[in-house]
């Protein structure tokens, strides 16, 4: 069985990733490393999944998987981005979200996407990157009670739900994060073809 470590304090992301690659053992970074949080100082989502699995990888010579996600707001151009988790000043999931529905109160505008980069590293190979998108819209009242982040107030064009209406298999086919995965995994399958 291939073993990755997953570079996140993310429970919630944890488990969107060991749903969808079953067949990979997925390691916390915490559970091998004693380290603090890895700073996201990159201005693009890109660069802080690297930044994120290259610190671990460079500790440990292991595979390593990280991602970077956020919410890009039309309206709010330069608001949210990779700036997302620290939208508000409390920086919890209820502030975030408390927050951008007052901002975007009066506003038509409320065309969202979620964007992932993810970054896999594997021993003596180039960094690998992987993109996902999923377009919806803010709505003014949270919804759902599944998921993390921005879940509850993120309304998916294409479904008509929120992502914290949807249970862990459904958010897997849907979200940014899981589109990401499936390039990830398609290119492992080519690698690997007994892995999947």
Do not use: W
């Not at 559970?31 to 999944?49: H, M, S, V, W, Y």
């Not at 739900?161 to 589109?179: C, G, Y």
């Amino acid at each position: 069985m291939m073993e990755i470590i997953i570079v996140s304090d993310n429970p919630g992301k944890i488990k969107e990733y060991q749903d969808k690659l079953k067949p990979i053992k997925l390691i916390p970074y915490k559970n091998i490393l004693p380290i603090e949080d890895i700073p996201e100082t990159g201005k693009t989502f890109r660069q802080n999944a690297f930044l994120k699995a290259d610190t671990v990888h460079r500790m440990t010579n292991k595979a390593c998987i990280a991602d970077d996600s956020g919410l890009v707001v039309e309206s709010l151009p330069d608001e949210l981005g990779v700036h997302s988790k620290r939208f508000s000043i409390q920086m919890t999931d209820e502030a975030n979200n408390k927050l951008l529905i007052k901002k975007l109160k009066g506003i038509e505008n409320r065309k969202a996407y979620f964007h992932t980069s993810i970054c896999l590293i594997l021993p003596f190979e180039k960094p690998r990157f992987y993109e996902g998108q999923v377009h919806g819209e803010i709505i003014d009242q949270p919804q759902g009670h599944h998921g993390f982040g921005y879940d509850p107030i993120f309304k998916i064009n294409e479904l008509n739900q929120t992502l914290a209406q949807l249970d862990i298999q459904e958010k897997n086919k849907f979200s940014h994060r899981a589109k990401a995965m499936d390039l990830l995994i398609k290119d492992l399958k080519n690698e690997y073809p007994d892995l999947f």
